[in-house]
């Protein structure tokens, strides 16, 4: 058994395959798996997942790119962390819901570590290419964001949309839940990225390799020859 801890929630109506998900988690994990009630108007097979991490994401990090960023084992301090199982889970429980559902939808998958959270919303296949560019790049920009800043991060959110209808520039940039694009690029677009006093809230811009704040990203954006 790894030291990985798992909470799941789904949809209580709409969804197919769970209880042998359940099954192949309970060799290698610890979990908890429950339904969620949602509006009728869901489109079928949502799911939360938090995995927690307990220990420092600097130190995950390490471990990680040690391993090669193929998640079968990240090992350091004791401690080892083996994710290829979930993600083969994660796979297969996809396709159990393609027919009926059109796929399972991970509308947010949040990794909780000891000091920092990393939410990624949909994101439904494709889990360990997904990761290991999400993992290579907060290794490299994490530590500039922080220099910059001169706080820690405490939380990066991707991929975030960009909704310029809300008056409230902050408003204006939230998680995609129903991303639809699993290729690399639309997971390095924008991240949203808070420090450890919770201001300033910035947006990190792939395109620009810069950090904005979200006014000032707002105003970008609305300029189409700036769009990113």
Excluded at 22 to 42: G, T, V
Excluded at 97 to 124: A, M, P, R, T
Excluded at 169 to 185: A, G, R
Aim: negative net charge.
């Amino acid at each position: 058994m790894n030291d990985l801890f798992i909470s799941i929630e789904y949809n209580n109506r709409e969804f197919d395959g769970i209880e042998e998900f359940k099954s192949s988690l309970d060799e290698n994990y610890h979990h908890q798996i429950r339904p969620k009630w949602i509006p009728a108007c869901s489109e079928g097979a949502e799911f939360w997942m938090t995995v927690f991490v307990n220990t420092g994401i600097a130190d995950f990090i390490k471990g990680a790119i040690a391993g090669g960023l193929v998640w079968d084992l990240i090992k350091f301090g004791g401690k080892e962390y083996v994710f290829s199982p979930l993600y083969k889970a994660l796979e297969k429980l996809n396709k159990d819901n393609s027919k009926n559902w059109g796929g399972l939808k991970v509308l947010k998958y949040k990794l909780q570590f000891d000091d920092c959270e990393i939410h990624v919303g949909g994101v439904n296949k494709n889990f360990t290419s997904i990761f290991s560019t999400v993992f290579n790049e907060i290794a490299k920009r994490k530590p500039e964001f922080e220099k910059e800043i001169g706080q820690e991060v405490i939380k990066i959110e991707l991929p975030i949309e960009f909704m310029e209808h809300f008056e409230n520039v902050n408003e204006q940039f939230s998680l995609d839940i129903y991303n639809e694009d699993y290729s690399i690029k639309a997971f390095k677009n924008l991240w949203r990225v808070t420090f450890s006093t919770e201001f300033p809230i910035m947006i990190y811009s792939f395109p620009e390799k810069k950090l904005f704040e979200p006014k000032e990203m707002s105003d970008k954006l609305k300029t189409p020859a700036n769009n990113v």
